[in-house]
Each structure stands twice: as structure tokens, then as C-alpha cells.
């Protein structure tokens, strides 16, 4: 997941849209990308408390040790994409639809363990179950959500729009399509294993 948000980044066409507030945060403050997305995701785990209350399980505590790892490998991954420069639009356009792609597997991935997701997702989860909407339809409304502010944060900060354009929306867009894309591929593959197996 670190990798898609980097590559996304890296397209010069802005960031993933769970990069939004985070990357406009580390353009306009003396810390990394990767940084203020963990503490972005400290917040996110402070919101579901708050939602839950009494309800949010124990477990879940273990996003607070997921945040900083989420942390490390989108620094991590910004430092292996360095290299990445590109000049031609579509080519900028290919790198976010591939690291879009690479963001929705890591949710899906998540959400099909069942077990303790990364803040930014589960944040989500608690939202699509209290609102009892699929959680990919939430998510591309939350991601709408963080873009709006980060555009509004680059507008107080850096005094115009920065680090979010055409490449955001578009992530903004594919990454909750590629989940559905991915969920409806797998229930397929599913569906395929156990039909054979009840020949």
C-alpha cells in the first residue's frame, strides 16, 4: 500500500487521496510524507473511539502499531521510487492508475483478512457499518472528503493548490472501483474453486 501511495506520488500529477492532508502537511512543515501519514492515522484511530465508544474492540488497538509501519513503508517507497521522473502526461496517467491499483489491493487485502486493518481503512469500515453502506462506496465518498481538505489546507498554508491535481481524482476514483473490480474477481475465483470441488 505504501508503494501505490508513492508511485501515485511520484506521477507529478498529485498524490492518492488518503496521501491528501498528509503530503500537503509534509510540503508546507519539516517532516516527511510518511510521518504525517502516521499521525494522520493516530487521528483516524481517535475517531473510531470516538464513534464507538464502549464498542470499539481491543484488538483494533493494534492500529497504533500498524500506523507507524504504514508510516515507514511510504517513506520507504518514496525512497524507492526516486527515480521515477516522468515527462509524457500519459505516462504520468499510467503511474497513477498503477498505484491506484496497488492501494486498492492493499485495502482489499485488509478487508479479506478480517482481522486488524490499517486506521485509514478501518476508519471507513466503522463508517459503512454505521451508515450500513458497502464499504467501497463509503470509501469513495471519505476519500472525496480528505481531498476537500487538503485542497483547503494548501489553500491556508501554502496560499494556492499543491500536491493534489487531476492525478488525486482520478486515484480518488479508481481506487474504490479496483476494490469492487478485485472483491467481484476473487468471489469469482471463489465461487469457481467450490463448484469444482463439489463435482
Not at 472528503?145 to 481524482?169: D, K, N, Q, W
Amino acid at each position: 500500500m505504501g508503494l501505490g501511495i508513492a508511485l501515485t506520488t511520484r506521477s507529478d500529477l498529485g498524490t492518492t487521496p488518503i496521501s491528501s492532508v498528509p503530503y500537503v502537511l509534509s510540503l508546507a512543515l519539516p517532516l516527511s510524507l510518511g510521518t504525517f501519514t502516521f499521525l494522520t492515522l493516530l487521528l483516524f484511530v481517535f475517531l473510531q473511539k470516538l464513534i464507538l465508544k464502549k464498542d470499539f474492540p481491543f484488538i483494533q488497538y493494534a492500529q497504533l502499531m500498524i500506523a507507524p509501519l504504514l508510516g515507514m513503508s511510504v517513506d520507504l517507497g518514496m525512497y524507492l521510487t526516486s527515480f521515477l521522473e516522468p515527462t509524457f502526461y500519459l505516462e504520468k496517467i499510467g503511474i497513477v492508475v498503477i498505484g491506484s491499483f496497488f492501494v486498492a489491493l492493499g485495502v482489499t487485502l485488509q478487508i479479506e483478512a478480517k482481522t486488524v486493518m490499517n486506521a485509514g481503512e478501518a476508519i471507513v469500515h466503522v463508517l459503512a457499518n454505521r451508515l450500513r453502506k458497502p464499504f467501497s462506496s463509503v470509501k469513495i465518498y471519505f476519500d472525496w472528503m480528505l481531498v476537500l481538505t487538503g485542497l483547503l489546507l494548501s489553500l491556508a498554508l501554502l496560499g494556492g493548490f499543491y500536491g493534489i491535481r487531476e492525478g488525486t481524482l482520478i486515484a480518488a476514483f479508481l481506487v474504490g472501483l479496483f476494490v469492487k473490480w478485485i472483491h467481484f474477481f476473487r468471489t469469482m475465483i471463489h465461487c469457481r474453486f467450490f463448484l469444482k470441488g463439489s463435482e
